[in-house]
């Protein structure tokens, strides 16, 4: 612990070295109209967040004109920048800063507490089955030969067949009541988390191979999404992590399920075929709340007043944003991550462009349970990306640790996930009172 101590306080004393010297850049190059530069770059944001809100909230010429503000003020600002003799001192300084950061985050990931998630050895399955849809992923089940490989490791494959709306949860019933002791899904991440549910409720170990479009579920476990074959590798040579499993409704999710804006676009048919098309011609009237159930949500003992879009995840997101981006550095906290966003002009918008997560108008907290109300008896939810309607109130909430997750030995994506920069104990690290 000592010598991790050492490492952190000398990556403090570096971030901090970096973060003065681009203040001292940007000071010794433009001198008292520093600060006029700082404000104009702040001011650049506001305006670009402003313009990106216009673009989004409406339609004809108010968008192109919001959508050409969010370009124009960046541009115009760096412009004034070159016109001043100062451009090569704010990139400098911009890259201290970025530095800066780097280090910040390294100290502070030096004295953090050893990882939970910590996989355990188990013994290998004798009659692990795997079911596989075709579809998923255009086509990565056949693309990688994964029916193939799963065989000659010795698993039994279940195939999916097209044009078919197979049951998966009653296939993976049915292959417990076969004999299996590993149940596994070669697919999207919807029809993990019901295979998942099977496979908890039996006390198996389950096997996830990512072979859907996004694999969120896959990604925050560390798998090769890239070659999901490599997933199979832990048939052979695999160990157990143990992770939580969300449930909403009586539904199982291993990623998000979504509530407002995002939720009720994805209803729509035409989404599937132009996912962007249809966001920008239905965002107008769904932020302005023109169309959609008024919600509220309350998370514990903290209560969302109508947002306009609420995304619970299976434990809290780092950097997450509505649509269920960033990354989950742990599976096994046995807490619900807590976005809601409640946006209700281009004042707002500005706001978020300079403080992000920070501004007022979003809410980021845990909880171990979220109610969603509406003044409708039913609401769009999107869960594990998996269109749906539920009847309000809709509760979600998490079983902590019952899944247990094989997976490869050795796992490529188990990067180390960022963290946020507390500068104030930065300082305490730097002067050595941490």
């Known amino acids: 612990m000592a010598s991790a101590q050492r490492r952190a306080r000398s990556w403090a004393r570096l971030a901090l070295l970096c973060a003065g010297g681009a203040v001292a850049v940007v000071?010794?190059?433009?001198?008292?109209?520093?600060?006029?530069?700082?404000?104009?770059?702040?001011?650049?944001?506001?305006?670009?967040?402003?313009?990106?809100?216009?673009?989004?909230?409406?339609?004809?010429?108010?968008?192109?004109?919001?959508?050409?503000?969010?370009?124009?003020?960046?541009?115009?600002?760096?412009?004034?920048?070159?016109?001043?003799?100062?451009?090569?001192?704010?990139?400098?300084?911009?890259?201290?800063?970025?530095l800066a950061l780097a280090c910040g985050r390294a100290a502070i990931r030096r004295l953090r507490q050893p990882h939970g998630q910590r996989p355990r050895e188990a013994p290998r399955p004798r009659?692990?089955?795997?079911?596989?849809?075709?579809?998923?992923?255009?086509?990565k089940v056949e693309d990688f030969g994964l029916a193939a490989k799963a065989r000659a490791l010795g698993a039994k494959v279940i195939l999916l067949e097209p044009d078919v709306?197979?049951?998966?949860?009653?296939?993976?019933?049915?292959?417990?009541?076969?004999?299996?002791?590993?149940?596994?899904?070669?697919?999207?991440?919807?029809?993990?988390?019901?295979?998942?549910?099977?496979?908890?409720e039996s006390g198996l170990p389950f096997l996830v191979v990512p072979a859907g479009t996004r694999n969120h579920f896959a990604m925050d476990l560390?798998?090769?999404?890239?070659?999901?074959?490599?997933?199979?590798?832990?048939?052979?040579?695999?160990?157990?992590?143990?992770?939580?499993?969300?449930?909403v409704a009586g539904r199982p999710f291993v990623n998000t399920v979504s509530f407002g804006v995002y939720a009720e676009i994805v209803q729509s048919?035409?989404?599937?075929?132009?996912?962007?098309?249809?966001?920008?011609?239905?965002?107008?009237?769904?932020?302005?709340?023109?169309?959609g159930a008024r919600l509220e949500a309350q998370a514990d003992d903290i209560r969302l007043t109508a947002p306009q879009a609420v995304l619970v995840s299976n434990n809290p997101y780092t950097f997450a944003d509505p649509l269920g981006g960033g990354r989950r550095p742990r599976l096994d906290l046995g807490v619900l991550g807590v976005l809601g966003i409640r946006v209700e002009g281009a004042a707002q918008a500005a706001e978020i462009a300079v403080l992000g997560l920070q501004a007022r108008s979003i809410t980021s907290v845990t909880a171990h349970q979220v109610v969603v109300e509406a003044d409708r008896p039913e609401i769009p939810v999107a869960v594990d990306g998996e269109a749906l309607t539920l009847p309000t109130p809709v509760s979600c909430s998490l079983l902590p640790r019952v899944l247990r997750v094989r997976v490869p030995r050795h796992r490529p994506g188990a990067a180390v996930t960022s963290v946020p920069v507390d500068w104030r104990r930065i300082i305490r690290l730097a002067l050595g009172r941490e």
Request: charged share 15%; no cysteine.
């Open 165 to 200: 709306d197979h049951d998966v949860a009653a296939l993976a019933r049915e292959a417990v009541a076969d004999g299996a002791d590993l149940l596994g899904v070669a697919g999207g991440d919807a029809s993990q988390a019901q295979v998942a549910a099977v496979a908890a």
């Open 269 to 291: 048919p035409e989404y599937r075929d132009a996912k962007n098309r249809t966001i920008l011609q239905q965002l107008p009237e769904r932020l302005l709340g023109a169309s």
């Open 127 to 139: 009659r692990p089955v795997l079911i596989m849809n075709p579809r998923s992923g255009d086509g």
């Open 222 to 247: 560390g798998l090769d999404r890239a070659d999901p074959s490599r997933s199979l590798d832990a048939l052979t040579d695999g160990v157990e992590v143990r992770v939580d499993l969300g449930r």
């Open 27 to 98: 000071l010794l190059g433009a001198g008292l109209a520093s600060v006029l530069f700082l404000v104009t770059g702040m001011a650049a944001l506001a305006l670009s967040g402003m313009g990106g809100w216009w673009a989004l909230s409406h339609h004809g010429p108010a968008r192109w004109a919001g959508a050409l503000l969010a370009v124009a003020a960046p541009g115009a600002v760096i412009a004034f920048y070159v016109g001043s003799g100062v451009l090569v001192e704010v990139l400098v300084a911009l890259v201290l800063w970025a």
